[in-house]
């Protein structure tokens, strides 16, 4: 892991890879409350930068524990990719974000065990217009391929 200079550098001179994960159920989708930055207070899907030496598949899995306490069995392919610009702390930051999901059954009911990246989980309906953007078009992503659906396990 990079020292925070080291990667602040970076991260206002070339683009992040990142990984996210929509957990859905029904048809709603499992956001988080952001305790930093980018998106400080905003409710967003889980997920987080990779590492070097980390594929995309164990770094989901790894961001996803860390983050919700919880465990990935089985990680198949992304669903896709978008890219994020955010504009914080007077500099652009630039994303390229590897998609994954995972549809919980019903009835599934899993204890999250939040780390201190979020205050507060929520699940919100996939067609709520006061979502952030950037979750709109991860959702509208995922419709979009259902005939291609690739899944996590948990």
């Known amino acids: 892991m990079l020292p925070q200079n080291k990667y602040n550098y970076i991260e206002e001179n070339m683009p992040v890879v990142t990984v996210d994960l929509l957990i859905l159920?029904?048809?709603k989708i499992l956001l988080c409350k952001r305790n930093n930055e980018p998106l400080k207070n905003i409710y967003y899907t889980p997920g987080g930068r990779i590492y070097k030496n980390e594929t995309a598949r164990q770094s989901i899995k790894r961001k996803i524990n860390e983050?919700?306490?919880?465990?990935l069995k089985e990680v198949k392919e992304p669903y896709g990719f978008i890219e994020e610009f955010f504009?914080?702390?007077?500099?652009?930051?630039?994303n390229i974000n590897i998609l994954?999901?995972?549809?919980?059954?019903s009835d599934c009911d899993i204890n999250f065990n939040l780390n201190t990246e979020h205050s507060d989980i929520k699940w919100v309906d996939i067609n709520?217009?006061?979502?952030h953007n950037y979750v709109k078009v991860k959702i509208q992503k995922y419709l979009n391929n259902k005939d291609i659906r690739f899944n996590c396990v948990l």
């Open 67 to 71: 983050e919700l306490g919880i465990s």
């Open 100 to 105: 994954f999901y995972c549809e919980l059954e």
């Open 87 to 94: 504009n914080y702390s007077g500099k652009l930051r630039h």
């Open 128 to 131: 709520e217009k006061n979502i």
């Open 25 to 27: 159920k029904k048809n």
